[in-house]
């Protein structure tokens, strides 16, 4: 019992430093960090709108606000329901205040809507982890070196599979 809690202390510190590195990748699958925002490319009213809670969501993310992040994210996906970025960001807020059962679903839209999302293929993967499922972080592992080869993304994931 003693050495799974010095484990969970471990992997939960080895998680914290990879997913600070990865959060830059966060967003969108094409790039490997920035605060590019994911949305609608045509321009209204309630995109405006959209954009700016993303940015403000972004922030709180950074900032360890997470339950704030998530009222911002769940009115992005509402406005804006095929916003891969916004969907991955919600599935990380969603994981950091351990509700994972929603972290999970917001994971497997983003990656609906983009199966290529680095991302959300890390994020997912962290979860799995976190989660006890280190086959299918494994899994995402596979994805992401056939994705974008030795990458950030790929890296902090491998590291923190080394870690266990």
């Not at 969501?57 to 339950?67: P, T």
């Amino acid at each position: 019992m003693m050495l799974r809690l010095v484990q969970s202390g471990f992997v939960a510190c080895a998680l914290s430093l990879a997913a600070t590195s990865a959060f830059a990748a966060g967003t969108s699958s094409g790039s490997s960090g920035g605060t590019s925002y994911g949305g609608n490319s045509t321009a209204t009213a309630e995109t405006e709108d959209a954009a700016e809670l993303f940015a403000e969501a972004l922030e709180f993310n950074e900032k360890g606000w997470y339950r704030r992040a998530i009222s911002n994210l769940r009115t992005v996906t509402q406005m804006e329901p095929k916003n891969a970025d916004a969907w991955n960001e919600l599935g990380f807020a969603y994981r950091n205040v351990e509700n994972y059962r929603q972290s999970a679903r917001a994971y497997y839209r983003a990656l609906d809507i983009d199966p290529n999302h680095l991302g959300a293929l890390i994020y997912q993967g962290f979860m799995y982890i976190e989660t006890n499922k280190d086959g299918e972080a494994q899994s995402n592992l596979s994805m992401l070196q056939s994705l974008c080869g030795s990458c950030d993304e790929y890296t902090s994931l491998r590291d923190a599979l080394n870690a266990l």
